[in-house]
Nanobody, 120 residues
């Protein structure tokens, strides 16, 4: 069973940076499209960034110019570089992807989520 694992969250001051990572636990998983979502307390889950198989990217308006999503195929890892963080970026961040492992297509995988807290 393929599982996505996020890492790199934590507490940072406003204006600081964090880099989140998303990888497939214990497996060489070929990512197709990957999305980062976030859910702040009391709010609905929000799509933050997407990277497609052709490496094209899309961002939610509030993070454009501050966040960068990227993919390292050699490491089977997807990153979300978050710069100029604001208190309103505080949320649990989730990695969501589709892709292939051992010739099997997985249409929708989710990580457990990782907390990012930005203090003012």
């Amino acid at each position: 069973q393929v599982q996505l694992v996020e890492s790199g969250g934590g507490l940072v001051q406003a204006g600081g940076s964090l880099r989140l990572s998303c990888s497939a636990s214990g497996n060489i998983f070929s990512f197709n499209s990957v999305h980062w979502h976030r859910q702040a307390p009391g709010k609905q889950r929000q799509l933050v960034a997407t990277i497609l198989s052709d490496r094209s990217t899309n961002y939610e308006d509030s993070v454009k110019g501050r966040f960068t999503i990227s993919k390292d195929n050699a490491k089977n890892t997807v990153y979300l570089q978050m710069n100029s963080l604001k208190p309103e970026d505080t949320a649990v961040y989730y990695c969501n992807a589709d892709g292939y492992y051992s010739r099997t297509y997985y249409p929708e995988l989710w990580g457990q989520g990782i907390l990012v807290t930005v203090s003012s």
